[in-house]
């Protein structure tokens, strides 16, 4: 399996921009790129995927490499509410029985 | 509103103890997942299924077994249970094979071995 390489723990000030990166330079082709965050005693959530071009949706946006080989999860006005561990995996398209592996994560503190 | 729900939120069991923990989800997903979760160490994958009576050995699996024997419902099974197998158990489901199908998590269960 590809593994993603994320920075343990970041800071951001309330309502500034933040962007998170993940490293995944053994990225296959068919390899999507998740990210997804845990609030405080709950469970992960999914936050955005992405291929190739970047996305957004309510919640973030996704900027991807030309090369793929690293990601930035971007949140564009952070809250307290931000304040989580935000996870990158790679899930692979190819195969029905992937094994979904999570590493540490990042850990984002929002400064009021 | 889809779901993945765990049966138990904190659970307190004693030493050399056999634990159930109780997973079933609603969206008719055949890939289910259990992690742990234990401080700085981030999600660790015990084991995860992805068909009715099939298994697969996630990168700690020593001391778990699972059971899925309803394509709702992953069991995951301590059979004496011990001290450091105290942690946060979550499980996951999502549907397989095309990369972009988001991963479903249940609220987690608290497991203390005393």
């Known amino acids: 399996d590809a593994k993603t390489t994320q920075p343990n723990s970041m800071e951001s000030n309330e309502e500034e921009p933040v962007h998170l990166p993940c490293n995944h330079s053994?990225?296959?082709?068919?390899?999507?790129i998740h990210w997804y965050r845990q609030l405080p005693s709950q469970g992960p959530e999914y936050v955005i995927h992405?291929?190739?071009s970047n996305v957004n949706n309510r919640m973030a946006s996704l900027a991807i490499a030309e090369d793929r080989k690293s990601s930035t999860l971007i949140l564009h006005r952070a809250t307290l509410r931000d304040a989580a561990v935000y996870y990158c995996?790679?899930?692979?398209?190819?195969?029905?029985?992937?094994?979904?592996?999570f590493g540490t994560g990042t850990r984002l503190a929002v400064r009021p | 509103d889809v779901k993945v729900t765990q049966s138990s939120r904190y659970l307190v069991k004693r030493t050399g103890e056999k634990v159930f923990l109780e997973c079933v989800q609603d969206?008719?997903?055949?890939?289910m997942f259990w992690y742990r979760q234990d401080p700085g160490l981030g999600l660790r994958l015990i084991y995860f299924?992805?068909?009715?009576?099939?298994?697969e050995k996630g990168d700690i699996p020593e001391g778990y077994s699972v059971s899925r024997e309803k394509k709702e419902r992953f069991s995951l099974i301590l059979e004496s249970a011990s001290t450091n197998q105290t942690s946060m158990y979550l499980c996951?489901?999502?549907?397989?094979?095309?990369?972009?199908?988001?991963?479903?998590f249940g609220s987690g269960t608290q497991l203390s071995v005393l």
């Open positions: 969206m008719d997903h055949e890939n």
């Open positions: 995996i790679l899930r692979d398209s190819k195969s029905s029985g992937d094994k979904l592996t």
């Open positions: 299924s992805y068909d009715v009576k099939m298994k």
């Open positions: 053994t990225i296959s082709g068919t390899d999507y």
């Open positions: 992405g291929l190739t």
């Open positions: 996951a489901s999502t549907s397989p094979g095309q990369g972009y199908e988001k991963l479903f």
